[in-house]
């Protein structure tokens, strides 16, 4: 990243606060004003700053060498985050635990200028939006002892923290990250809190509350109930709405469509076994007439009865053809978001190897099949997680932080699924 890149990236951040800092750049310096009192960041302290960040090598919002390992983390939105004191995030700031035995040290401390130098110059911030208020920005700018760019760029981004292993002597660096790993989860044992990495640029800004999926924009339109529902369907329903977290709304929607699994499976043996009966041609008086049946019921069925036994993947086949219409389903993902079905057009998520989908071709006999089969992917790679590599490779294993921002874009069908089942 080149001085002008640096200029430009750090204007943007601040384009929602231009009556607040007034920045202006040139090829010396960037200059801001915080109530009527000028401040400058020059071009000699970015090529220091950029000298100092090659010691570093880096990967997505951390930095290392031999002898030090810093990565972002950030409080998970969510209970957690509601449960935090006050002065919390002061406390373990000023927290760092020594192993003399293998010479290293562990600790919290606000993010370095190396690594977010690595962050600005790896990532493209002009489509993004700010976590902080415009108010409160301001106060919190205006209370700074020190009011120096990359400090002002951390209130902007709201990320207080990184967590931090060094290490007195060299040591590989895998090692490095692994003890940081390690003191993670330390941290979330004891103190059942959750420091979770950082792993997408839209953790920093994340996006604002998501667009609602609501049928009516005026209350005056609502209308008193004219159906009665089944409560452990609204049930899961509520939960899945109700979380921010993509994981539970994925499998609530899914289980308001698993709720039918068996009745729609034996209600597609018996119209098999029907049409054999009605055949005809059958007769009861041979054998291999009264075969197909058996054939049937047994191809279907399995001997186990402590739960459905059928095949999941065709009762999701079979569940979406009986309460989804495809036009309407199509119609409404549209209207929720433009680029939504070209999403699923080609785009093929990592964690679960899910084959493109192709909505538009409404008329495509095979596309309940198509749908399923991409739902029902996605649906065993959160479930399963067997230490199991052939598996792993094969249908993928859902890693949460990791793969949060994939799952959010897989949800959005299935949720249009189970409202049409309820």
Not at 392 to 418: C, M, N, V, W
């Amino acid at each position: 990243m080149e001085w002008n890149d640096f200029c430009v990236k750090i204007d943007s951040m601040g384009r929602f606060f231009r009556d607040k800092l007034h920045f202006e750049y040139n090829d010396e310096q960037i200059t801001y004003k915080i109530s009527e009192q000028d401040y400058a960041y020059t071009k000699i302290d970015f090529n220091t700053l950029k000298n100092n960040a090659e010691h570093y090598s880096f990967q997505p919002f951390s930095i290392l060498n031999n002898y030090q390992y810093e990565s972002l983390v950030d409080f998970p939105e969510g209970e957690s985050r509601r449960r935090l004191s006050m002065n919390f995030e002061e406390r373990i700031s000023n927290l760092v635990i020594a192993d003399e035995e293998n010479n290293l040290s562990y600790s919290f401390k606000e993010a370095s200028q190396e690594l977010l130098y690595y962050v600005l110059s790896s990532y493209d911030n002009r489509h993004l939006i700010p976590r902080i208020p415009s108010s409160l920005f301001e106060r919190r700018c205006e209370a700074l002892d020190d009011k120096s760019i990359f400090n002002i760029l951390k209130l902007v981004i709201r990320l207080p923290f990184s967590v931090c292993v060094a290490s007195s002597i060299p040591i590989n660096q895998e090692k490095l990250i692994k003890h940081a790993k390690s003191y993670l989860f330390n941290f979330a044992f004891n103190l059942d809190l959750v420091l979770k990495p950082i792993s997408e640029i839209d953790d920093l800004f994340p996006k604002r509350n998501s667009r609602s999926m609501r049928r009516i924009q005026n209350l005056d339109e609502l209308m008193p109930p004219q159906l009665t529902y089944m409560s452990e369907l609204t049930e899961q329903y509520y939960m899945a709405l109700a979380s921010s977290d993509p994981f539970v709304k994925f499998i609530g929607f899914y289980h308001v469509m698993e709720y039918f699994y068996e009745d729609v499976y034996n209600e597609a043996i018996f119209e098999s076994v029907k049409h054999i009966l009605q055949h005809p041609g059958f007769s009861s008086k041979r054998k291999k007439d009264v075969a197909k049946i058996i054939d049937i019921i047994k191809k279907k069925t399995r001997q186990s009865k402590e739960e459905f036994q059928g095949s999941e993947l065709e009762a999701l086949e079979l569940t979406i053809k009986k309460f989804i219409n495809i036009g309407e389903l199509n119609n409404n993902l549209a209207e929720y978001d433009s680029d939504i079905i070209e999403y699923y057009n080609h785009h093929q998520v990592n964690f679960s190897s899910e084959d493109t989908i192709d909505l538009h071709d409404i008329s495509n006999e095979k596309l309940p099949k198509k749908i399923a089969a991409r739902i029902y992917k996605t649906r065993n790679s959160l479930v399963h997680s067997k230490s199991n590599d052939g598996r792993t490779l094969e249908r993928g294993i859902y890693k949460p932080f990791k793969d949060k921002e994939e799952l959010s874009k897989r949800y959005h069908a299935t949720q249009r699924a189970g409202k049409s089942a309820i």
